[in-house]
C-alpha cells in the first residue's frame, strides 16, 4: 500500500527555472494538499484542493499553482523559481470529515534554488 | 502572538522518564486537534487525535483545556525511539489545520 507517493526527492534549480512536483495517493481520497516546511517555521499550506476539479489557495500560494489531474494526483509547480522557495515540499491527503480527518503526507521533495 | 505556539525544546530526558509538552492555541473555537510525530528529514506522521475528555493510546495521552486554550502530550517511560520532533496541530480558521513549529525531544541512554 503506497499511500502518498511524491517525486522528485531531491531537485535543484537555478533562480528563474520552472519546475512541477507530482504528488499520487491512491487511498481514495478526495481532498490533497501542499505544505511547505522551513527552519524554525511550521508546516504552511501553499495550496489544496477539496475535490477533484477545485482548487484553493492557502497560507502562502505566491510563486505557486496547482493542478488537480484527477482523483488521486495533485501537481505543483513553480513558474520561475526563487531562492525563497527553497524549502521541503509535503504532498498530503485526507480522507472527507474535513479538519476531522487526519493528514496523510508523502516523503517530502527538497528543492533547493540558487 | 502565533496561532498555534509550542516550546521548541530540546527536551533531553533519560530513558524511562516521562515527559510533557504543551501547546496553546489562539482560537477558542478550534474544533480539532491532533499531535504529529516527525523524525528528522521524514514526513509527519499521525500520533493521535485529542478528544475533548482526554485520550490515552499505550504509553501517550492527550488532553485538551479549552478554558485556557491549550492541549498537552504526556508521554510515560520514554524510550530512545520516542525521539522526535512532535507537531501540535489544530484548526484555526474554519476547514484548514494549521501547525505548530514542534517540541524536538531527545531520549537519552
Known amino acids: 500500500n503506497a499511500g502518498v507517493t511524491q517525486t522528485p526527492k531531491f531537485q535543484v534549480l537555478k533562480t528563474g527555472q520552472s519546475m512541477t512536483l507530482q504528488c499520487a495517493q491512491d487511498?481514495?481520497?478526495?481532498?490533497m494538499y501542499w505544505y511547505r516546511q522551513d527552519p524554525g517555521m511550521g508546516l504552511r499550506l501553499i495550496y489544496y484542493?477539496?475535490?477533484?476539479?477545485?482548487?484553493d489557495k492557502g497560507e502562502v500560494p505566491n510563486g505557486y499553482n496547482v493542478s488537480r489531474l484527477n482523483k488521486r494526483e495533485f501537481s505543483l509547480r513553480l513558474e520561475s523559481a526563487a531562492p525563497s522557495q527553497t524549502s521541503v515540499y509535503f504532498c498530503?491527503?485526507?480522507?472527507?470529515?474535513?479538519?476531522?480527518?487526519?493528514?496523510?503526507f508523502g516523503n517530502g521533495t527538497r528543492l533547493t534554488v540558487t | 502572538r502565533k496561532e498555534v505556539e509550542q516550546d521548541p525544546g530540546p527536551f533531553n530526558v533519560p530513558e524511562g522518564a516521562t515527559v510533557a509538552f504543551n501547546c496553546t492555541y489562539s482560537?477558542?473555537?478550534?474544533?480539532?486537534f491532533f499531535w504529529y510525530r516527525q523524525d528528522c528529514r521524514k514526513e509527519p506522521k499521525l500520533l493521535m487525535s485529542?478528544?475533548?475528555s482526554g485520550n490515552e493510546d499505550g504509553r501517550f495521552t492527550a488532553q485538551l483545556n479549552r478554558a485556557s486554550q491549550y492541549i498537552s502530550l504526556l508521554i510515560r517511560d520514554s524510550k530512545l525511539s520516542d525521539s522526535a520532533t512532535y507537531l501540535c496541530?489544530?484548526?484555526?480558521?474554519?476547514?484548514?489545520?494549521?501547525f505548530g513549529t514542534g517540541t524536538q525531544l531527545k531520549v537519552e541512554l
Open positions: 484542493s477539496a475535490s477533484e476539479g477545485t482548487t
Open positions: 482560537n477558542s473555537a478550534s474544533q480539532s
Open positions: 496541530v489544530v484548526n484555526i480558521r474554519g476547514n484548514k489545520l494549521t
Open positions: 498530503a491527503s485526507s480522507a472527507p470529515g474535513g479538519v476531522n480527518s487526519p493528514l496523510h
Open positions: 485529542v478528544y475533548s
Open positions: 487511498m481514495n481520497h478526495n481532498s
